[in-house]
């Protein structure tokens, strides 16, 4: 049983603070400057009550009724100005810690609290997550211009009873706690989006105005959210955050042990097709011809597409150097975290099983030799494909994900997914060019790959999956 179970509705107090970010500096003429994220703002000769207020904020959540001389109505109109800044939190009388609080993650967004009804049907939001953050746990939710921090136990028994439809009087009764403040928490969660309110439906079960978001997948949501700006208030960018206690990855990864095979290098200035011709005639290909292409045909695909060209050394915060390099597709910050691994089932020159590719030296190594391995991966893109055959050749993208999260932060992944596209697309326009049947696979299987190839999942991870072949003799499509 929490041991604020039991607390009567008038014990609770709102609380008031400001971010941890933002500061209050003197100005000229009694005036401040309040100093947040989001920019500064002037707050022109303040009275004194309202100056002790905001600089009593800046200490952490403390209740503003007991300032004397204090006009609330002068305060409300100056925090106005401060939105994105102002924390809401819901206290206890003759506690230090409060309940839980309100933290705005976005410059627009103004806390609004709710009169809820005991009876109103309500449930944790399909988007919410639970997570623990700096020794704290927190709720977020894609949908939400803020975060929600569980400071007390009460309140995590309050979320945890909301995983179905339920009413504000149910939980009280349920833990132990007057409706009163039980509804005084659950304004605060419905506020930010936390927790959704329902109307009773035609049959016994009520609903919930977020089901109409059903074709967003909750972690799609959050995905999307958290590598764009405007909903987080994470780093997002070159940050360069683990410059101080980690080393960045080499340019390539390093070369696996097992039989060498060096690679076709063709002449770059016969190039056959045109751009254009290249782009028009493209298109996927998924049934291909019973003989493979050869060796030099592959090492020709991948000379023109994801060689490294050059290597040279770049500058990071705090003057740390460290090396990128130049390949025929783009990646940012020239960092290039895919590597190729290639399972090969019928390719003149080359036996089955998987390989990877080596970049520098434009040669493939023989990692695998796994019968099972290679059916099971080349099965698998077969369905996805809804082909009849296997392909002749699968390439696997992997990324060492350290490559670009030491630089970037927040947009790592998402960047991943975009070379990925950007990869697949250089590959479209050479294999058509070459007169290859190629084709993007919508997804593989990332334990068969991380066994097959002997990754280090996480830290290297399959992203994407392309297949190659011949096309089939007097067919066009």
Known sequence: M?????????????????????????????????????GDVLVDSPAPAIVDS??????????????????????????????GCVVRSLGLKETATPLLSAVPLSPGEVLSLPALDETLPVRLSRFAIVRESDGQLVVESPLSHHRIVLHRPLTTWVVGALGRATTAGHIAQNINVSEGLLTQILAYLVATGMVVTGSPGNGARPVFAEDDLRTWSPHDLLFHSRSRLGRHDDAAGAAFRHVPDLAPLPVVRPVPAGQRFPLHRPDLT??????????????????????????????????????????????GAGGVGYHVSQRPYPSAGSLYELDLFLTVDRCAGLPRGSYHYDP???????????GAHADELLDSAMVQLGGHTRPPVLITMTARMGRLSWVYDGIAYATTLKHVGVLQQTLYLVATMMGLAPCAVATGDSETATAAFDLDWPAEVSVGEFVIGLPVPGRTS
Not at 294 to 313: D, P
């Open 270 to 315: 016969s190039s056959g097709l045109s751009l254009t011709d290249a782009i028009e005639q493209r298109h996927s290909v998924r049934e291909f011809a019973e003989e493979g292409p050869s060796a030099e045909q592959v090492g020709e695909l991948l000379y023109r597409t994801a060689r490294i060209r050059s290597q040279t050394e770049a500058v």
């Open 360 to 370: 520098e030296d434009h040669a493939l190594t023989l990692v695998n030799t796994d």
């Open 54 to 83: 905001l600089y009593r904020m800046t200490l952490g959540p403390v209740e503003l009724t007991n300032v004397e001389g204090l006009d609330r109505d002068d305060l409300l109109a100056v925090l106005a100005r401060l939105p």
């Open 2 to 38: 929490p041991s604020d179970a039991g607390a009567a509705p008038d014990l609770s107090l709102p609380l008031w603070s400001f971010r941890d970010d933002v500061a209050i500096e003197p100005a000229a003429g009694g005036s401040l400057v309040v100093l947040t994220r989001w």
